[in-house]
């Protein structure tokens, strides 16, 4: 089973999309930011992280910089879900090594989508 | 008196000064030695023997024309603080030490300039030192009552000149450079001031109120004397015209006098004492002058007529039997003698070297050494030439046994200092003025000074019954010596100074149409012309063209300055300028600053002399000088109306770019701010636009589960609307638009319903909430908007304190027309960081753009702009350490 991180500190968001990956068969961890995130892949390295950029304590900027810093984590595939939109938001994000940007409000299923296609089960 | 105790008095009378000379050299900072008293008390080596016995000579004997010398200063004073400022500020950037310095710089640091004004000022002075001498010895005559001294060695005078040659030795030469200041004796010339001032004094009210009954009894006793009339009123048209004359001739002495310059320029140390000196100098004089007439008056009742009138001052005590007074005033005389000789003498030692000596033929001499033998050397010269210049005028006075008396001997003085007015005054006015045109003015007036004074003088002395007077040079009536072109009704200095200034000023002019300047002097011309401040008195204001190796600069430079100074002074030049130190080769800006910090040293036509022995400079054409130079007064006006309209210009830019800043920076904000708008709204219209997806694409979901959603969708709805209504809730009150209903409250009334609404949150998390109000206070406010503040202070509260444990504590105090509230609780309070950005509208947008506010984030914001609104205050106390705690206060007087 594919092993897929939800990083947002928005927990309705949190809910509807582990309801709906869950579903899609995915087996699916929380985090409500980058430090809960990081300490969950010292444990599990998922396959795929889906990433918030707004968040208290370390924010998604900071939170794939340390992904991508650290080799361990290298075949983790990284989406980026933001309600930041703005195109130098998008550029940035997907320069720090982002495979896809989505900006809220999102397609739920867009999203699935998207996995699925990124991490092919 | 015996004669070795008035000796012994006046040794100790000069140690006494040396030892505040000494304590002044020591304590220059103090603000006892650096003040302006001390300055406008100095300017006061203007009255110097001559005043203090001649005034009341001239008095007994010609009446009220000794007030002209006082009278020209005191009417010059608004003008000398106008051409003082400007003199200071030019002669303090310039380093200039003299007189000599000054005029020789303003033609282009022209070096036999400086020469012919140390020629006019010696001449001048050493015959009017001659006088302070004569007028020590006769004192000390009538004083010890002895008889004149024939042999040097047993002559009294001599000592004391050696004396006061020592002591202007030892105050006046501790440094080579010239321009700096020397504090002990200035503040011992201030002392001497004071002191001759209050001796004087003394004896007027002596005189006026001791030996008669007032200046009535004296009045009365005085008219009964025959002549009388003419010694207190003007008799005729010509001795007005004399009146004028002689006040322009001290008009001009307190400005060109090497001593009044030595005090009030080179000495001085800050333009603002000049204020003072406008007031405290003119009350000074008049002050002098009050008893003098009845002195004089006092002395011919009192006295047998073949006394010297100069010493009624002296002679009355003496009379009286009061030797004491007769001591005191003898000691005010010395005082007044000591600081002009001082001055005087240490001046012109100064032109001497710096403009004499140095710049002729001793310049080479010291090229060759190194720095210490250098500052010796000048020393040793400024030294010698000051014992030579009161030994000199000690003989000029034995020699001569000046037959005048001390008045006109002060008034000869003063029309060959008077030679210097035109080069001077015009000069700070008239760019035109030239180098050549000053040195045939100051020629012609001083060939007409001499041809009208000197000869005439020393005709009578060495002549018997010679008619080169009486009948003209070989019986031409039209050059008789003191009536000159047939002009007979003005007394001969008058009349010498009338011709004089005649044929200087019209030399001068002529000259100066004539021929111009050359470039370098324009130069110079311009910047002393146009100097209103330092800043345009910058060195870059040069025209100059040529070679220079900086090596060599400072060759020469280390010469005079050592290589410490060198090395501070390149330092700090390169910095001022931001130029690369590495630069081998020399530019303008650095040739003119070493030509400056030379002349401190050496005088300016020196220090120019030194500088151009290293630099090859070649002079720039003529074309090129016009386009530098203003050429005519359209161009100048024309360019300073540019000038003040490319300034307007670049206020007016200025201002723009301000504005355009200001409206940057305000865009920023705003962007900020819908940007931050848009990422809260955005955050739960995705969340319901997912879990709405999530529930319409999917039938088996738990029934439990879809009821969560769904709450969820509603939360995040209202959410929504509450942000939508705070947004425009701050949009309102910051633009002023929100209407306010404004009614009578009791403050009470409306804290208690805020409470009542946490109340349920506040009792499920275990919160204790504690009331201490002050009764009956009502206030005019929107109920609504107070309401809303403190319900948004009591929910942060809430949030932040622990569960259980949690206080939140009310107090309401009253200060006068004020109500004081404080909200505070025990929860984690806010972090200091954060305290400046808390009252912005999502407060951590700016500072971490990153971090998601608690909570709307605009609470605060929204609460203190309903706080303005209502005339109050919405505060954090950040001293607070166990938890947060806000301070809301009302006025009770109005909104």
Known sequence: MKKLLIVDDEPNIVMSLEYAFQKQGYNVFIARDGSEALVIMEREIPDLVVLDIMMPQVDGYETIEIIKKNPAFAKAKIIFLSAKSKAADIEKGLSLGADLYFTKPFSVKKLIAAVDNLIRI | MPSYAIILVIIGYLSLLFAVGIWADRKSKSKWVHNPWVYALSLAVYCSAWTYYGSVGIAATSGVSFLTTYLGPVIALPLWIIIMKRVVLISKQYQVSSIADFISLRYGNNRSIGAIVTVICVVAVLPYIALQLKAVSETFDILSDGVKSTSILTDSTFYIAVLLAVFVALFGTQTSDASRRRS????????????????????????????????????????????????????????????????????????????????????????????????VFPLYLLLFNVFVIFIAWAGKLLLSSDLNPDYYTLYIPLQQGHQLLGLMVFLGGLSSVISMVVVSALALSTMISNNLIIPYGFIKLLNKSNPEDNAQRIKNVRRVSIFILIIGAYFFYVNFNIELSLFSIGLIAFVIIAQLAPAFFIGLFWNRGSAIAAKMGILAGSIVTFYTLAIPFLNEVFIDGSTFVSEGPAGIALLKPYQLFGIDFMP??????????????????????????????????????????????????????????????????????????????LDIFYRKYELNPQEEKADARLVNFSEKLLTGSIGAASAKLMISSVVKEQPVTLPEVLKILEENKETISANKQLQQQSHDLKRLSDRLKDANLALVEKDRQKDEFLDTVAHELKTPTASIRATSEILADDDDMPKELKQKFLNNIVNDADRLAVLITNILDLEKLSSGRDIMDKKQHLLKDTLVKAVDG??????????????????????????????????????????????????????????????????????????????????????????????????????????????????????????????????????????
């Open chain 2, 184 to 279: 002990g004796l200035v503040f011992t010339v201030a002392v001497e001031s004071v002191l001759k001032l209050v001796f004087f004094l003394i004896i007027g009210i002596y005189v006026i109120f001791y030996l008669f009954n007032g200046t009535t009894d004296i009045y009365n006793q005085i008219s009964a004397l025959d002549g009388f009339e003419e010694l207190a009123t003007f008799t005729n048209i010509e001795s007005s015209i004399n009146w004028y004359f002689m006040i322009a001739l001290s008009f001009f002495a307190i400005f060109l006098l090497p001593r009044q310059f030595q005090v009030s320029v080179v000495e001085n140390t800050s333009t603002s004492h000049l204020k003072k000196a406008s007031w």
């Open chain 2, 492 to 569: 001969p200095v008058t009349h010498a100074f009338f011709w004089s200034m005649v044929f200087n000023l019209m030399f001068y002019l002529i000259f100066s149409v004539v021929f111009k300047g050359n470039y370098r002097e324009r130069n110079y011309a311009e910047l002393v012309v146009n100097a209103s401040s330092y800043g345009e008195l910058e060195e870059n204001a040069f025209v100059w063209r040529g070679e220079a190796y900086v090596a060599e600069i400072k060759k020469a430079l280390v010469r005079f300055l050592g290589e410490k100074r060198t090395a501070r002074a």
């Open chain 2, 758 to 895: 946490i109340y349920q949150l506040a009792l499920q998390k275990g919160v204790h909430i504690e009331i201490e109000t002050v009764e009956n206070v009502s206030l005019i406010y929107d109920e609504d908007r107070i309401l809303q503040v403190f319900t948004n202070l009591l929910s942060n509260s809430l949030k932040f304190v622990p569960e259980n444990t949690g206080t939140i504590k009310i107090q309401t105090q009253q200060y006068g027309d004020e109500i004081v509230m404080s909200f505070e609780d025990n929860g984690k309070g806010i972090p200091q960081e954060d305290m400046q950005y808390i009252f912005e509208k999502f407060y951590q947008s700016n500072n971490q753009n990153i971090k998601k506010p608690i909570g709307s984030g605009m609470g605060l914001a929204i609460s203190r702009h309903i706080m303005e609104n209502h005339n109050g205050t919405l505060t954090v106390d950040e001293e607070f350490q166990n938890g947060a705690r806000f301070i809301v206060a009302l006025k009770t007087g109005g909104l």
